[in-house]
Each structure stands twice: as structure tokens, then as C-alpha cells.
């Protein structure tokens, strides 16, 4: 079959080719037939699945920690473009509509901060964080789209170039919507816990 690599006897693997995240090399992995002695399994039979949901909490927080970094930098860039670009005589950046979105973002990405950096000090803590996770992974994703959307649109055809950064990191940043549980996930783990109260 094309695309399909055996690297371990019954082990075979096909790439995906996806819409973004390039470097980041991703591929469906199959098992045939495959048995692991019972010396080399990890932790206990049957856990599997409750020890991916413990490591999901800790992927959900630090995923968001890189989208943070991340819409520091959209900001910095489109803020740096948006005093050089002129557009009727004058800087982008001193239109009201311009300057007050930037602001708007500029706010909200801060109140994710706060959050995600609570979500990381609970954890740190010993707290279950599967509530706060899902909520920091939720803003995060919904929140990275608002602001690459946005700045975007200030960079023009510059930035819808396939090669421009801003161009990349709009089509990078969609996984994080996907990625870890998507949005609905989130948001059934959320609705559940406002039941149980």
C-alpha cells in the first residue's frame, strides 16, 4: 500500500497530510497482530484510557501556555505592521477602530492568562483541574482564532500570501480547537460538572 512505512513487525503507519502544522509530522498508526509481553506493559492492564484522560489535563494547560506565547506574538507583529502600513494618509494603527480591537484582544488575551495560569498553580497544587483545563482550552482555541482572524485582516494581501507568517500561524492555529478534545468536548465536560452542582 502507498504511503505505509513497517517499521516493527505489525506496527505500519500512514502520514497525514494536513492544512497546517507542517513540521509537525502526524500519521495514523495501526497494530496488527500485535502482542506486548506482559514484562514491558506500562502501569495496569486496562488503564490505558484513565492514564491518556490524567495526561490530558496537563496537554490542555501547557497547550494553552503556547497559544498565549503565541498571540503575544500575532499582537507584537500586527501591532509593529499596523504603524508602518498607511492607508488614506495616515497609519493603520491610529484609525479608532484599529487601535480599540487591538485593545479588545490585547484584554482578553490577558484574561486567559490569568485563567490558564490559575488552571497551572491548581494543578501544581494537587487539585483536579479537568473543569479548568477544558475551560483554558476552550477560550484558548476560540480565543486564537478571534485574534489571528482579526490581525489578519489589518495585514491585507500581505498576510493572506501563502508564505507570510501571519498567513502560517492562521492555518497552524486551528488545531488548537481540534487537538487535545475539540470544542465540544470542552464543552460537554464543562456542562457536565454545571449539572452535578
Known sequence: MEGIVLFYSGVSRVKLHKMGMYASDTAHIFLDDVHVPLKNVIGELGKGFQYQMIG???????????ILKTLDKIIDMTLDYTKTRSVFGQRLLDFQTVNFKLAELITEI???RTLTYWGV??????HDVSIVASMVKLKGGRLYREVVDSCMQYWGATGYAADSLISRLYRDGRLFSIGGGA?????????KSMRSK
Open 56 to 66: 490530558l489535563q496537563a496537554e490542555r494547560l501547557g497547550g494553552c501556555l503556547s
Open 110 to 112: 490577558e484574561a486567559l
Open 121 to 126: 498553580d491548581s494543578a501544581i497544587a494537587g
Open 183 to 191: 470544542d465540544e468536548v470542552m464543552l460537554r465536560i464543562i456542562s
